[in-house]
């Protein structure tokens, strides 16, 4: 058994792709016979609109999804997040930096030592006292970054196989102080008995990241499975833009309930086109070594994929 979860950001109504994501998480804990819980990433204060908060478990719940206890939303648990970063402070393994976002951006554009692509490289790290006044003398708020040294991470994914990811020195608390997602999601599924992550595969490169930070902090770490995403015709991550890409939206556009999940359960490998399902319907079928491991191309106002759904490859 392991108990899952979905963690969306309340910032609008869950579109096709996280509805995928959420079925999929729900059928990884349910058919194990494990606790599903719904958490509420809502850090951010530009994020907390309760209008999207209620209409997001309503469309789960319209999908056949159901969940154990009360909602967790991040925004009632920033003590937890500050303890945890007061905690690696303590241990040496913090630092600020005062590097604006532009200044992030062409750091990581050009890595050095062991740092991936993309990751940032430790710009502030070795600061002097002065230098630190210096900046803040300027108007410049740090951010908390942790002190990682570019440790690798190797973790066995359920939909990926073997990964392996070097961890920069990520952000811990904003310059706002607002404590930062990575952080508050290793707190979150550890006080909260979280075993089994599901979610999409646009947050792989975090994992290594999250499982270091368990690690420093002594928490036990989860198991993982990241789906591919849902794209739109263009190829890029399915947006507003595409249109049509709600669960309302279908229903007006005249499909049923029974449809989308049908239509989402098909682009997984776990139904035929066309075949009308309920979420408990894909219980007694659902096998993780059958789901798809391509991305699912929505190409037009049925939602078939470009391509046939049993190519796993």
């Not at 904003?174 to 909260?192: E, H, I, K, T, W």
Request: with cysteine; charged share 25%; proline share 7%.
């Amino acid at each position: 058994m392991a108990d899952g979860r979905f963690a969306p950001s309340p910032t609008g109504d869950l579109h096709l792709g996280n509805l995928r994501t959420a079925l999929v998480a729900w059928l990884f804990a349910r058919r194990a016979g494990s606790r599903f819980l719904l958490r509420m990433e809502d850090l951010d204060p530009a994020t907390r609109h309760e209008r999207h908060v209620v209409a997001q478990q309503r469309d789960l719940a319209a999908i056949g999804l159901d969940w154990d206890g009360e909602v967790v939303c991040q925004s009632a648990r920033l003590d937890r997040y500050h303890a945890a970063i007061d905690h690696l402070t303590a241990s040496g393994l913090t630092y600020p930096c005062y590097c604006t976002r532009r200044e992030v951006h062409e750091a990581a554009a050009a890595p050095q030592g062991p740092y991936p692509a993309l990751a940032y490289p430790g710009t502030c790290r070795h600061l002097s006292v002065a230098e630190r006044a210096e900046r803040e003398a300027a108007g410049r708020l740090p951010a908390l970054r942790l002190r990682a040294d570019g440790v690798t991470v190797r973790f066995t994914d359920r939909c990926r196989g073997l990964v392996e990811g070097a961890v920069d020195d990520l952000v811990l608390r904003r310059r706002d102080g607002v404590p930062a997602y990575n952080l508050a999601v290793v707190v979150d599924d550890a006080a909260q008995g979280v075993e089994e992550v599901v979610r999409g595969d646009d947050l792989l490169d975090s994992t290594p990241r999250q499982l270091h930070l368990a690690a420093l902090l002594g928490l036990p770490a989860p198991c993982h499975a990241h789906v591919p995403l849902v794209l739109g015709p263009d190829g890029a991550r399915l947006a507003k833009r595409h249109g049509g890409v709600t669960l309302a939206d279908r229903l007006a556009a005249g499909q049923t309930v029974t449809g989308v999940v049908g239509m989402l359960a098909a682009s997984l490998g776990l139904a035929d086109r066309g075949e009308p399902l309920t979420a408990v319907d894909l219980l007694d079928r659902f096998d993780p070594t059958r789901l798809s491991r391509r991305p699912w191309v929505l190409t037009d106002p049925d939602g078939r994929p470009d391509r046939p759904t049993a190519d796993r490859s």
